[in-house]
Structures are given as structure tokens and as C-alpha cells.
């Protein structure tokens, strides 16, 4: 059964703070990617890796990075955590084409005080 | 710039009745895909439907079905004999060949589905 795992359900960290999120996935995709989820927006996509040690930019990167050093594994990077970074993070694998869908992680709700 | 217009925010049905989602979107791609997410309440999401633009006929998966018009760029679903597990957030989302994977979702509609 194809499983994305992420790091937390539940995060809280205060302003400043450098945050990590992690993701895991066993199916081996080339694919992964961090949407940000946040009401009346939709999911936005921050990054994405489509192989090991490569990354694009998606539509709001500002204020993340991402690590891919494993293929299954890829890492989303607050460096300074800010209030408005507080939202739900969902993580998704996906074969390399946009015909395959996307599975998801559980999701992670950060929460910065 | 592609674009995934829900213009619905929520939506409620009756259990066993019927409930059209409505999706429009924009793109300059010939190839792309389209999707149906469903998110339930403090659970994962998962893939409804899948259409590919280069079909006309429209998907079908059980009791969920969907009506694509290219040349209007809609894309709805109707979910028959609503069930109360039905009860979710749905996304509409686009994918273009080009894209290496990625997805443009749009702003989710919330279902009610009542008893």
C-alpha cells in the first residue's frame, strides 16, 4: 500500500525559530512536493524535487528551503520562522509525469507564536 | 498562467440525493490532466477522478462521474446517492505535460452531506 509519512501532525514553534518538516515516502516516485493549505487559497505549492538533490521553486518559496538527499525523503526548511508561516503543510509524491497522481502525507499543522 | 477556479466555497446535499461541483480552468497546454482530490475531515487526501484532456468520453469511478467540456475548460463532478462519508473537502486540480508533475489546485469546495 503506498504510504507518504510526514514528520508531525501537530508543530509549534515560535517566531525565529529555524523548522524543520520532513516527508517520507515508499513507493520509490521520483516526484515530491511541499504544498502550503490554507483556507480560501487552496493548496499552494512552495517546492518541488522531481530527483535526488534537485529542486524548483513552486509559486511561494519565499521564506523556505528544501533538502532531497535521499529519494525518499524530502525535507521542507523554515530559516526564521514567521507568524504568517503558520498553516497547514501537505507533502505529496508522484511518479514523473503530471498524468500520475499525486498521494499525500497526513499533513503537518504548524502553528508560529 | 494556468489557472483552477472553484467558485464554490461549500456545498451541501442530501443523503442519497445528487451534488454538482463546479471547476473551470485555464490553461495554453493541448496535453494536460485533470483531477478530483477529496480531503476528508483530519484525514488524508486522496484521488476521486482523473481525466485526461485528450478523451472525450467522461471518467466514471462508482457513484462519481465527471463533465468535461474543453471548450468551455469546465470540469464538474457529481457524486449520485450521496453517502454520508462523502462529506469532505474536494479540489479540483490541473496538471499539464509539460509541468514534470506538478498540479494546480483550486480554492476547495467544503461538501455537507445531511442525514
Known amino acids: 500500500d503506498v504510504k507518504v509519512t510526514q514528520s508531525s501532525r501537530y508543530l509549534v514553534k515560535r517566531t525565529g525559530e529555524k523548522v524543520f518538516l520532513e516527508c517520507v515516502q515508499d513507493?520509490?516516485?521520483?516526484?515530491m512536493f511541499w504544498y502550503r493549505q490554507d483556507p480560501g487559497l487552496g493548496l499552494r505549492l512552495i517546492y518541488f524535487?522531481?530527483?535526488?538533490?534537485?529542486?524548483e521553486k513552486g509559486d511561494i518559496p519565499e521564506g523556505y528551503s528544501v533538502s532531497r538527499e535521499k529519494k525518499e525523503r524530502f525535507s521542507l526548511i523554515l530559516e526564521s520562522a514567521s507568524t504568517n508561516q503558520t498553516s497547514m503543510y501537505l507533502c505529496?509524491?508522484?511518479?514523473?509525469?503530471?498524468?500520475?497522481?499525486?498521494?499525500f502525507g497526513p499533513g503537518t499543522r504548524l502553528t508560529v507564536t | 498562467a494556468q489557472t483552477v477556479t472553484q467558485s464554490q466555497p461549500e456545498m451541501s446535499v442530501q443523503e442519497a440525493e445528487t451534488v454538482t461541483l463546479s471547476c473551470t480552468y485555464d490553461?495554453?497546454?493541448?496535453?494536460?490532466?485533470l483531477f478530483w482530490y477529496k480531503q476528508p475531515p483530519s484525514r488524508q487526501m486522496i484521488l476521486v477522478i482523473r481525466?485526461?484532456?485528450?478523451?472525450?468520453q467522461n471518467a466514471t469511478e462508482n457513484r462519481f462521474s465527471v463533465n468535461f467540456q474543453k471548450a468551455a475548460k469546465s470540469f464538474s463532478l457529481k457524486i449520485s446517492d450521496s453517502q454520508l462519508g462523502d462529506a469532505a473537502m474536494y479540489f479540483c486540480?490541473?496538471?499539464?505535460?509539460?509541468?514534470?508533475?506538478?498540479?494546480?489546485f483550486g480554492q476547495g469546495t467544503t461538501l455537507q452531506v445531511k442525514p
Open positions: 505529496a509524491s508522484s511518479l514523473w509525469a503530471a498524468a500520475y497522481e499525486q498521494y
Open positions: 513507493m520509490d516516485h521520483e516526484n
Open positions: 524535487s522531481y530527483d535526488v538533490k534537485m529542486k
Open positions: 490553461t495554453s497546454e493541448s496535453d494536460y490532466y
Open positions: 481525466q485526461e484532456a485528450y478523451k472525450q
Open positions: 486540480a490541473q496538471g499539464g505535460s509539460s509541468n514534470t508533475g506538478k498540479l494546480i
